[in-house]
């Protein structure tokens, strides 16, 4: 067909040779966009500029109420899930266990981990369109680059330790990472060793973390929190904690190079212009599993 255009061409005015030209032109661009659409999206929070000369980290640049522009809600439901929520309407659960409340709205992400089955379920929910396992079922590293347009998913794996004396579990964790409204939110599982420097380069920057403080099933405190002074974000919330002395004693070796709020609120709205302009601990009130009249 297309070795005949030049002869069908020959028998027409110059004027309309040129117009059927430019629409052959437009009709291969159409063809060859959806394959140039599917390129993976580069990650922001990657940005190789410490170390670099001239150049530095720029750390501060109800559930059902719309968001203003630019600005992610995160909600802490129990134990280690939080729920995230964009300005255009994703959502995504953490560490999802199966149950959200009575009253909860199918999320379009979740991400689970092994660790134990407060982190994980083997039945989610079906009417989820994304259900992201942080280890590989086949026994290598999970690899995720969910990309939702407004949000983009990825993980670095982490090793777990066995409860059962089988020794190491390699890439038995992920902690997820969100991007979303120029934020890198990063979400730690159930870290169980300090990251290497390469993991530490893979996670990028990460404005929000959310880190696991029990002190005992995860990393001991003071190992927690020499992770969370080499990543620095400006906020920390805590998550998995057992009881108020370990919190406590999180929070007292978290006090001297970061700032300590305590909140009654179960939810905060951060956008990169609303980041502290020193590095901050947030206790967030857990929404004990979704009892509660406004749903997620």
């Given at each position: 067909?297309?070795?005949?255009?030049?002869?069908?061409?020959?028998?027409?005015?110059?004027?309309?040779?040129?117009?059927?030209?430019?629409?052959?032109?437009?009709?291969?661009?159409?063809?060859?966009?959806?394959?140039?659409?599917?390129?993976?999206?580069?990650?922001?929070?990657?940005?190789?500029?410490?170390?670099t000369p001239g150049l530095e980290v720029i750390w501060r640049a109800g559930f059902r109420d719309v968001l203003p522009?630019?600005?992610?809600?995160?909600?802490?439901?129990?134990?280690?899930?939080?729920?995230?929520?964009?300005?255009?309407?994703?959502?995504?659960?953490?560490?999802?266990?199966?149950?959200?409340?009575?009253?909860?709205?199918?999320?379009?992400?979740v991400t689970m981990n092994q660790s134990h089955s407060s982190h994980w379920t083997a039945m989610p929910d079906p009417?989820?369109?994304?259900?992201?396992?942080?280890?590989?079922?086949?026994?290598?590293?999970?690899?995720?680059?969910?990309?939702?347009?407004?949000?983009?998913?990825?993980?670095?794996?982490?090793?777990?330790?066995s409860r059962w004396g089988e020794g190491v579990r390699r890439d038995g964790n992920s902690i997820f990472i969100f991007?979303?409204?120029?934020?890198?939110?990063?979400?730690?599982?159930?870290?169980?060793?300090?990251?290497?420097?390469?993991?530490?380069?893979?996670?990028?920057?990460?404005?929000?973390?959310?880190?696991?403080?029990?002190?005992?099933?995860?990393?001991?405190?003071?190992?927690?929190?020499?992770?969370?002074?080499?990543?620095?974000?400006?906020?920390?919330?805590?998550?998995?904690?057992?009881?108020?002395?370990?919190?406590?004693?999180?929070?007292?070796?978290?006090?001297?190079?970061?700032?300590?709020?305590?909140?009654?609120?179960?939810?905060?709205?951060?956008?990169?212009?609303?980041?502290?302009?020193?590095?901050?601990?947030?206790?967030?009130?857990?929404?004990?599993?979704?009892?509660?009249?406004?749903?997620?």
């Open positions: 067909m297309i070795a005949g255009i030049p002869m069908f061409l020959a028998g027409v005015t110059p004027m309309l040779r040129l117009c059927l030209v430019l629409l052959a032109v437009l009709s291969l661009t159409a063809l060859v966009a959806p394959a140039q659409a599917q390129e993976r999206r580069p990650s922001h929070c990657i940005a190789l500029v410490e170390n522009k630019d600005t992610v809600r995160l909600s802490y439901i129990d134990h280690s899930m939080y729920l995230l929520q964009t300005t255009g309407g994703l959502s995504a659960v953490t560490d999802y266990n199966g149950f959200l409340g009575p009253e909860a709205h199918v999320p379009d992400v009417a989820i369109p994304y259900v992201l396992k942080g280890w590989d079922e086949l026994g290598g590293a999970a690899a995720h680059h969910l990309d939702l347009g407004e949000m983009l998913v990825r993980n670095v794996t982490t090793d777990t330790r991007e979303v409204a120029g934020l890198c939110i990063g979400h730690l599982g159930h870290l169980h060793h300090i990251p290497s420097p390469e993991q530490f380069a893979a996670i990028g920057r990460l404005d929000v973390v959310m880190a696991p403080v029990d002190g005992g099933m995860t990393l001991p405190v003071p190992f927690m929190i020499r992770v969370l002074k080499e990543l620095r974000s400006s906020i920390v919330l805590p998550m998995h904690n057992f009881s108020g002395g370990t919190l406590d004693a999180f929070l007292q070796g978290m006090s001297g190079e970061f700032l300590i709020e305590r909140r009654q609120e179960r939810s905060i709205e951060i956008s990169l212009r609303s980041l502290p302009s020193e590095p901050t601990v947030i206790v967030l009130k857990p929404r004990f599993l979704g009892f509660d009249d406004d749903g997620l």
